[in-house]
């Protein structure tokens, strides 16, 4: 269908999304000729019209009352949830791809590598027994860096870790070319990957492939004494057998933003354990400003041409 315009651009949100107001605001900033609703604001003339909608989480029972409704621009760069809530659906979906995003990754990647990298974990259980020994140094150039996933995300993360020193890999599903980066590519590179990683990176999508990709065999093929930084999402990772790991001694610590269930219930071990740093899912969040200048640039092209950003493709899950 072409688009028309004039018709209302919704933002729909999980119900007790807070920052609701904020993102009409920011995004009406970005296109002031566009109509930005708040979905709830909406009467049935809006609803009865509208063909593309701006998305948070949204309900689908909410989407289920657009009937015009073509395709759907999350504010999110992660899309599981969203193909996962809505099934089998005749939506176009679209997710946010935002350098400053990619840049803001980058940035945590690079910051709690060199934390790593430079035996901060060890150094605080050291304080902590009033311990003083300084460890052996080991430069950028002797430390290697595996990163999963070599998208918008992983390829920034690579080059600011190359412009640090670190010797840096990647793994895809489609072998890519990185000036600098040792890129491995599809199952069966894999293992060769992990057995030349100190500081892996997970920087994947959640998908059928990925969930539980990080199991006791992967762990295994990293060398003794590795650490694991996940960003991604919780469920690649087998919690039962990073515990064991890290109980073993085979992984010396792990960084973790992201968990199956958020926020991670207080009784789960991860609060715990000394191998573990926690952190409350805040590697790479949205920035409100240029995401709602990137969905704006997508919006007035479809207007404009009738031509959709990149969608996502439903079966591959990403
Ligand atoms: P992206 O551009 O879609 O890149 C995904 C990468 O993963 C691609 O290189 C892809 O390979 C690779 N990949 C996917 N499935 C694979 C498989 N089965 N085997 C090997 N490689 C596979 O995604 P992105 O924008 O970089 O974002 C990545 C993820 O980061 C998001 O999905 C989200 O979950 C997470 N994230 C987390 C935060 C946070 O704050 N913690 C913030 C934003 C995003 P190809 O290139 O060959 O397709």
């Given at each position: 269908?072409?688009?028309?315009?004039?018709?209302?651009?919704?933002?729909i949100a999980a119900a007790n999304y807070?920052?609701?107001g904020a993102w009409v605001d920011a995004l009406q900033a970005a296109m002031p000729a566009e109509r930005i609703i708040a979905f709830d604001a909406m009467n049935d003339e809006d609803k009865a019209t509208c063909?593309?909608?701006?998305?948070?989480?949204?309900?689908?029972?909410?989407?289920?009352?657009?009937p015009q409704l073509q395709w759907i621009h999350s504010v999110w760069a992660g899309v599981e949830r969203l193909?996962?809530?809505?099934?089998?659906?005749?939506?176009?979906?679209?997710?946010?791809?935002?350098?400053?995003l990619a840049n803001t990754m980058a940035e945590a990647v690079l910051a709690w590598t060199l934390y790593l990298h430079r035996d901060m974990p060890a150094y605080a259980k050291q304080q902590a027994k009033q311990i003083w020994q300084a460890l052996e140094y080991v430069r950028p150039q002797q430390r290697r860096i595996g990163l999963l996933g070599l998208?918008?995300?992983?390829?920034?993360?690579?080059v600011s870790?190359?412009?640090?020193?670190?010797?840096?890999?990647?793994?895809?599903r489609h072998r890519k070319a990185i000036d600098g980066v040792n890129c491995f590519a599809g199952a069966d590179e894999l293992p060769a990957m992990l057995a030349q990683t100190d500081i892996l990176v997970c920087l994947l999508p959640l998908t059928p492939d990925t969930r539980g990709l990080l199991n006791?065999?992967?762990?295994?093929?990293?060398?003794?004494?590795?650490?694991?930084?996940?960003?991604?999402?919780?469920?690649?990772?087998?919690?039962?057998d990073l515990h064991a790991a890290l109980d073993s001694g085979h992984l010396a610590h792990a960084v973790l933003d992201v968990f199956e269930v958020e926020p991670l219930?207080?009784?789960?071990w991860q609060w715990q354990h000394p191998g573990i740093t926690l952190l409350p899912h805040c590697s790479a969040p949205t920035d409100r400003q240029t995401a709602s200048q990137i969905v704006a640039g997508n919006i007035l092209r479809y207007r404009q041409s009738g031509v959709l950003p990149v969608t996502i493709d439903v079966q591959r899950g990403y």
């Amino acid at each position: 269908m072409k688009p028309t315009s004039n018709t209302p651009i919704p933002f729909i949100a999980a119900a007790n999304y807070a920052q609701t107001g904020a993102w009409v605001d920011a995004l009406q900033a970005a296109m002031p000729a566009e109509r930005i609703i708040a979905f709830d604001a909406m009467n049935d003339e809006d609803k009865a019209t509208c063909q593309v909608a701006i998305v948070a989480n949204p309900n689908p029972a909410d989407l289920h009352q657009l009937p015009q409704l073509q395709w759907i621009h999350s504010v999110w760069a992660g899309v599981e949830r969203l193909v996962a809530d809505l099934g089998d659906t005749h939506l176009k979906i679209v997710r946010l791809v935002d350098p400053q995003l990619a840049n803001t990754m980058a940035e945590a990647v690079l910051a709690w590598t060199l934390y790593l990298h430079r035996d901060m974990p060890a150094y605080a259980k050291q304080q902590a027994k009033q311990i003083w020994q300084a460890l052996e140094y080991v430069r950028p150039q002797q430390r290697r860096i595996g990163l999963l996933g070599l998208g918008a995300l992983g390829e920034a993360a690579a080059v600011s870790l190359l412009r640090a020193g670190f010797q840096v890999a990647g793994w895809s599903r489609h072998r890519k070319a990185i000036d600098g980066v040792n890129c491995f590519a599809g199952a069966d590179e894999l293992p060769a990957m992990l057995a030349q990683t100190d500081i892996l990176v997970c920087l994947l999508p959640l998908t059928p492939d990925t969930r539980g990709l990080l199991n006791a065999v992967a762990l295994t093929a990293l060398p003794q004494g590795a650490s694991l930084i996940n960003f991604a999402r919780g469920a690649i990772v087998n919690d039962t057998d990073l515990h064991a790991a890290l109980d073993s001694g085979h992984l010396a610590h792990a960084v973790l933003d992201v968990f199956e269930v958020e926020p991670l219930p207080v009784s789960q071990w991860q609060w715990q354990h000394p191998g573990i740093t926690l952190l409350p899912h805040c590697s790479a969040p949205t920035d409100r400003q240029t995401a709602s200048q990137i969905v704006a640039g997508n919006i007035l092209r479809y207007r404009q041409s009738g031509v959709l950003p990149v969608t996502i493709d439903v079966q591959r899950g990403y």
